[in-house]
């Protein structure tokens, strides 16, 4: 959180990306402006000053120092209340050298801006009620996002989408909440204001919409940060080669050596539009090397938080050897959906194809060669396939953010609590207690009710000109 006595400062950033590119655009917003940027600034239109400009517009002129011209640029404004901070803004477009950018940040310092910290702007638009803390949040995941289906959820919220389903559940509550304290006020009377038939309806009605948006971070979550795909099998298998192939790089480390992976290995792509995070796991074997044995463990761990696990066998390995590696992998997969893949079948034959077919033929395993590239295409179509990604439109309300589904989780346990205490007859007090809470954690999520560490650890997230 921004000290409040540096709230009242004006701030300048660049907002671009670092590094050199065609155009860089560097912000300012704050009371003092547009005055700062009068003393740097000279429109072409010699007569016509900042503060003459009307907001929304354009004005093309130089930056100079000491009558020296550091660069020609064009200069948007924004007045208060109509910009992104709620602020006076104005947002300067110069060339993108690193050295102009540089040279235009320094002299906004000289003149009396102070440099922005990370996430504030946004946290301005937060403070000045241009967005709530939802939309705010949502900024971050739009910069971020890397998928069609990221963008959508991160534009939804952005807009709003999100904070008005809140809004809603919080308004139904609010005049249950009300009633439930006016009889508290009158309790010596033993009077009810509260229908407890119809107050029991709206709050199972609520539950059922909280415990919806809150089972949706599972989907929400996997969209946003991938899919967790584990890549295990026996060592020299070609798991390494696999993922390297999937991310078209060389990520991992490939050796006929066994043992050469030793701890987990992670990274993710787009595939068909969804994010799949792919985990290179050490080779499952008996070894006494106490580091391989520590990979090997970490296989595990990576095996239970997995959705998808890719289990690689050396298809030239015998059968024998595959039987006993089922025995230990089927039942640590019975919970995920398991893709079973055949690689280095370049190498056998058709009898040989059809032994390890008949193994696992109700799976319906892929015979592959990751390093000839063979069948990755209908690996790759598996994958997005096992994925279960719904289709998302515009105006799904769908949970990305671990923060909202705690918030969600906790508003659940309150609202049960009001459901529970109206059939074993609970007391008003306690009754308006838990809906007080309820309200209290969907109030939390857009910024209503919000701590001062909970808005810090938001912002500090952003880049500095945002």
């Known amino acids: 959180m921004i000290n409040p006595v540096f709230q009242e400062d004006t701030i300048c950033a660049i907002s671009t990306a670092p590094g050199v590119g065609g155009i860089a655009v560097i912000r300012v917003s704050g009371s003092e402006a547009i005055a700062i940027c009068e003393k740097i600034f000279t429109p ?26 550091i ?32 040279q235009i940040v320094q002299l906004l310092i000289e003149k009396g801006c102070r440099l922005a910290q990370p996430g504030e702007f946004t946290q301005r638009a937060f403070l000045n009620g241009k967005m709530d803390l939802s939309q705010a949040e949502a900024v971050a995941d739009l910069i971020a996002s890397s998928s069609a289906a990221t963008h959508k959820l991160a534009l939804n919220q952005m807009k709003g989408g999100f904070s008005r389903e ?28 509260a229908d407890r038939t119809n107050l029991k309806k709206l709050a199972t009605e609520i539950q059922k919409i909280i415990q919806q948006l809150a089972d949706s971070f599972s989907v929400g979550n996997a969209i946003k940060n991938g899919i967790p795909v584990a890549i295990i ?22 050796s006929d050596i066994h043992g050469t992976t030793r701890d987990v290995i992670e990274d993710t792509i787009n595939i068909g539009g969804a994010t799949f995070r792919f985990i290179d796991t050490a080779g499952i074997r008996d070894t006494t090397d106490i580091i391989e044995s520590l990979g090997i463990e970490r296989t595990f761990q990576k095996i239970a938080q997995a959705e998808i696990v890719l289990w690689v066998v050396d298809a030239t390995s015998s059968i024998e050897s595959v039987i006993l590696l089922a025995k230990q992998i089927l039942p640590l997969t019975s919970d995920k959906t398991l893709l079973i893949l055949f690689n280095k079948s370049d ?34 179509k598996r994958l997005i396939d096992a994925a279960h990604l719904p289709e998302i439109s515009a105006n799904d309300v769908i949970v990305t953010n671990l923060r909202h589904y705690e918030a969600l989780s906790k508003a659940d346990e309150a609202i049960r609590r009001v459901i529970d205490g109206m059939e074993n007859g609970i007391s008003a007090d306690f009754l308006a207690q838990d809906i007080r809470e309820c309200m209290h954690y969907l109030a939390e999520i857009t910024g209503k009710i919000s701590a001062n560490e909970i808005l810090h650890t938001i912002f500090r997230r952003f880049c500095i000109g945002k």
């Open 347 to 380: 190498k056998i034959g058709e009898l040989e194809r059809v032994d390890r077919n008949s193994l696992f033929e109700d799976m319906k395993p892929l015979f592959i060669s990751a390093k000839e590239k063979l069948n990755t295409d209908e690996l790759q």
């Open 44 to 69: 072409v239109k010699k007569r016509k000053l900042i503060v003459t400009q009307e907001t929304h517009t354009l004005s093309y002129g130089t930056i100079s120092k000491n009558g020296e011209t």
């Open 233 to 254: 099998g026996e060592t020299n298998a070609g798991k390494s080669t696999l993922l390297n192939l999937l991310l078209r790089e060389d990520k991992a480390i490939v």
């Open 71 to 102: 660069d020609d640029v064009l200069l948007a404004l924004f007045h208060t209340p109509h910009s992104y901070t709620g602020e006076d803004t104005i947002e300067i477009s110069c060339h993108g050298s690193i050295y102009i950018q540089q």
């Open 166 to 193: 809140l809004d809603l559940l919080r308004e139904r509550l609010l005049d249950f909440a009300a009633l439930i304290e006016l009889e508290l006020d009158f309790s010596e009377e033993d009077v009810e204001f």
